[in-house]
């Protein structure tokens, strides 16, 4: 805290020693509050080197509706800039790229945010420092430092005009009648702590009345192969413009809630099967969508269910395009589910249970081993 200020005088009191997202090798750090009235706020200290991770200082929680900021975009920028010079050197040592304005400004108050570019190919990295400005006081109200960690590929294997020739057949709207409007080469983190490099083409069919109703469809930059949509909150595409014609035609093999199973929300980018070798094979993340509990620990793959256990070692977890990849039927068995394969319609119902509902023939077929 002192050296962060700048301070040898500051006195804060230590209010709690926690490990910060459990699924993730974040470290553990301490919640200082410091009560002064000129660094006065709460502060997250990270226990292993003091770097102060965020920081949030007193300032009015509300004002009445409809008030304007007094300051201008550019005044509120130069705040933020200022103050991220002063208390994170990283800030001018190296090239940011910030969000774009319509994502800057909330009522009376500016939260930016930039993300640091990695290298020449303009690779975005993971985590944005992020600095909110009352713009009403100018004070700075929250400063929220980036973690360090690069684990993933930062080097893309595929083009941006490869990546698009992808992105078209999967994107929401008609890329016809709603063109791309941003591209982004980004490596991006999930829950496993998995970095995966990614071309994500966003589209923003309401422009330019609404431009945070916007879609995002994600290409994988090593392999090439789709890998996630991003919808708007709430869900859907909805009426805003052509969907796009090319997109439901492709209907590949996935995973589904089995008869009698909880109907549970499926998304292409959790729910897709790979098929190789006559054998199917999930993401982790798909067990997690059904029920489970799964996530990476100290590199390896672990899946828990109902006192089940299984790890990525014993059933031959890959790391493949997005992630770690387990064999379907392997997997769910040692879990104690049960999964049946419908060749008809390409899916592989999940029951989380060996009782079979029967609704459901045994299929005998390779594919969903």
């Not at 990546?163 to 078209?168: D, E, G, I, K, T």
């Not at 994500?200 to 996630?228: H, K, M, Y």
């Not at 049960?338 to 594919?367: F, G, H, I, N, Y």
Request: with cysteine; proline share 9%; glycine share 8%.
């Amino acid at each position: 805290m002192r050296d962060f200020w700048d301070d040898p005088t500051i006195e804060g009191t230590v209010s709690r020693l926690y490990e910060d997202d459990p699924l993730g090798p974040c470290g553990v750090f301490f919640d200082v509050v410091v009560g002064d009235s000129v660094h006065a706020g709460t502060y997250s200290v990270r226990a292993t080197d003091g770097a102060v991770m965020s920081a949030d200082f007193p300032c009015p929680d509300d004002y009445d509706a409809g008030l304007s900021p007094t300051l201008t975009l550019e005044q509120a920028q130069a705040i933020a800039e200022r103050f991220l010079l002063e208390h994170y050197p990283p800030f001018a040592q190296g090239v940011w790229q910030r969000l774009p304005e319509y994502m800057i400004r909330n009522d009376w108050q500016y939260g930016f945010a930039w993300y640091p570019v990695l290298n020449a190919y303009g690779v975005l990295g993971p985590f944005d420092v992020r600095v909110e400005v009352d713009g009403v006081t100018g004070q700075v109200r929250r400063f929220l430092r980036p973690r360090e960690r690069i684990t993933g590929p930062t080097v893309p294997q595929v083009t941006m005009e490869q990546a698009r020739q992808v992105a078209v057949l999967h994107c929401c709207y008609d890329p016809a009648l709603v063109p791309f409007t941003e591209v982004r080469l980004e490596l991006i983190e999930d829950k496993g702590s998995t970095q995966t490099l990614k071309w994500t083409f966003w589209q923003q069919p309401d422009l330019p009345d609404d431009p945070w109703f916007r879609c995002a469809i994600s290409v994988n930059a090593v392999t090439g192969e789709f890998w996630q949509h991003e919808y708007p909150l709430g869900g859907g595409i909805g009426p805003k413009a052509p969907p796009n014609p090319n997109r439901y035609r492709r209907h590949g093999p996935r995973v589904r809630s089995g008869p009698g199973a909880p109907r549970q929300v499926e998304t292409p980018d959790y729910t897709d099967l790979r098929i190789e070798g006559g054998r199917a094979w999930c993401r982790m993340a798909a067990f997690h969508v059904f029920g489970a509990e799964a996530r990476v620990e100290d590199g390896e793959v672990r899946v828990r269910a109902r006192g089940h256990e299984v790890l990525g070692a014993q059933v031959g977890a890959r790391r493949l395009a997005g992630g770690w990849w387990l064999p379907l039927r392997r997997t769910a068995r040692a879990l104690g589910w049960q999964v049946d394969w419908l060749p008809a319609t390409k899916e592989a119902p999940l029951m989380p249970s060996m009782e079979r509902a029967a609704a459901t023939p045994r299929r005998s077929t390779p594919s969903a081993r």
